[in-house]
Nanobody, 124 residues
Framework: QLQLAESGGGLVQPGGSLRLSCKGS????????VGWFRQAPGKEREGVAC????????NYADSVKGRFTISRDNDRNTVYLEMNSLKPEDTAVYYC?????????????????WGQGTRVTVSS
């Protein structure tokens, strides 16, 4: 069964950058749809970026469009979330999730496999 492990979170100043990684435990992660979600304290979980299986055009939430980039490295079974121009409102625990049918969606209920999350804090 697929397991996902996020890494790369931390403390960064406003305007800074971070790259989150989501590594899959199996070699066929490239066929899965993968999404990045975040949950800030007291707020609902929010989908921020997703990419479908195979060759797929990524989708982004309006709140991160132009600042975040999702990408795959199939040789490493890893999906990345490059985050630039970070704002304090980007502070949250970030989760990656995977869907075996290869869908790209920002709807959390579509994903069966989830990582444990990595914390991102944007503060001066």
């Amino acid at each position: 069964q697929l397991q996902l492990a996020e890494s790369g979170g931390g403390l960064v100043q406003p305007g800074g950058s971070l790259r989150l990684s989501c590594k899959g435990s199996i070699r066929s992660l490239d066929y899965y749809g993968v999404g990045w979600f975040r949950q800030a304290p007291g707020k609902e979980r929010e989908g921020v970026a997703c990419i479908g299986g195979g060759f797929s055009i990524p989708n982004y939430a309006d709140s991160v469009k132009g600042r975040f980039t999702i990408s795959r490295d199939n040789d490493r079974n890893t999906v990345y979330l490059e985050m630039n121009s970070l704002k304090p409102e980007d502070t949250a625990v970030y989760y990656c999730a995977a869907d075996a049918s290869g869908r790209d969606t920002l709807i959390a209920e579509s994903y069966a496999f989830w990582g444990q999350g990595t914390r991102v804090t944007v503060s001066s």
